[in-house]
């Protein structure tokens, strides 16, 4: 719907960045009455949305409306989860007026902000009240924040805001050099790395590819994570794509939520690093898996499930989609937009703006 309604698109994306808390950060929910999160935020990708919004309509009244939310917030990074230069999802202490829930300043807020609140990346991980963070730095956060920067940057160029521009590409190449502490040579690919024992965290899942969306590794790096990573069939290309743990990992077979399950903000993230770079059997690869999910279960019975068993690809169990969330779900239809822009129904998205 948002494809072609630009009201909607736009009170979408304005409604939760106008929601940004005197912390300065956009948080992970919010609701009516001044409730929300206001001990942690959620991954950046504000920026993103909204250059795509304005490569597609050309309105520079909205980029001006929403520009000093997105800088706070993208200031708020390094002040707040940064732990010797590489980036840690957390979750603050919450001072009074406002109310925290039951997860403020403890390992399953640092695990909400991320949007991954089960993941086998998180278990065991030591969450340090003190610092507000987990002691592990993240690759999904990092190269999120790193395309942050570097589409805000492209906005404030559109603004003419010269500061600011230099400011982010400044934090930008920070955090592009840092994040090269995060790749594992043996293994061939970014990993989580832990801040307290210093070792790589074996757990993969589709988050380790979100470097490709800030075009983090080079040519020969960006290979290796596909051919020996994303198209491995022990680990990310089995029958139903992409499982949010690869199938090696010992969580796979629980198949709940964020340890196993497909989800397709998932699937269109990692498709969206792909485009970065002249990798073709991937692209088609996953565009044709997420079609295939996604449409062989709406030809059952219409359902657009808010996640999907990676084992079945929920074709032969049904209600069992509908005991892990909701039935017809907006963001699944991801999966079919990412077979639009593989087709050439959609403009290619992470495109320079003209």
């Not at 106008?18 to 992970?28: E, H, V, Y």
């Amino acid at each position: 719907m948002m494809l072609l309604k630009r009201n909607l698109a736009y009170a979408n994306a304005v409604e939760i960045t106008k929601s940004i808390t005197p912390g300065g950060f956009i948080p992970n929910w919010s609701g009516s009455y001044g409730k929300g999160s206001f001990d942690r935020s959620q991954p950046p990708v504000g920026s993103l949305v909204f250059k795509e919004l304005y490569r597609k309509y050309k309105e520079k009244w909205l980029l001006e409306y929403v520009f000093n939310d997105l800088l706070t917030w993208n200031r708020w990074w390094p002040k707040n989860r940064d732990n010797n230069g590489l980036l840690c999802w957390g979750s603050n202490k919450v001072a009074p007026p406002a109310k925290g829930d039951f997860a403020a300043n403890a390992w399953q807020g640092a695990a909400y902000e991320s949007g991954l609140d089960n993941s086998p990346m998180f278990d065991k991980v030591h969450f340090d009240t003190s610092s507000n963070m987990m002691a592990q730095a993240d690759v999904g956060l990092m190269g999120l924040y790193i395309a942050d920067c570097e589409a805000l940057a492209d906005i404030a160029a559109i603004l003419n805001k010269p500061a600011a521009y230099e400011e982010l590409k400044k934090r930008e190449e920070k955090y592009r050099i840092n994040m090269q502490q995060l790749w594992n040579e043996k293994e061939g690919i970014y990993m989580n790395k832990r801040t307290d024992t210093k070792a790589f965290s074996p757990s993969l899942s589709p988050t380790n590819f979100y470097p490709l969306i800030a075009k983090v590794p080079g040519k020969i790096q960006a290979e290796r994570m596909i051919n020996e990573h994303l198209l491995n069939p022990q680990e990310f290309n089995g029958e139903w794509m992409l499982p949010s743990i690869s199938i090696n990992n010992m969580a796979f077979k629980d198949q709940e939520y964020w340890r196993g399950r497909i989800w397709a903000p998932m699937n269109f993230l990692v498709y969206l690093g792909l485009l970065n770079y002249d990798l073709p059997e991937a692209k088609k690869l996953l565009a044709d898996k997420s079609e295939k999910l996604l449409m062989n279960n709406v030809n059952i019975n219409g359902w657009i499930f808010e996640n999907y068993n990676s084992i079945t690809g929920n074709v032969t169990n049904q209600e069992e989609g509908r005991k892990f969330g909701e039935n017809y779900y907006h963001w699944g239809a991801l999966m079919g937009f990412i077979a639009l822009i593989e087709n050439g129904f959609v403009t290619k998205p992470m495109q320079p703006v003209k």
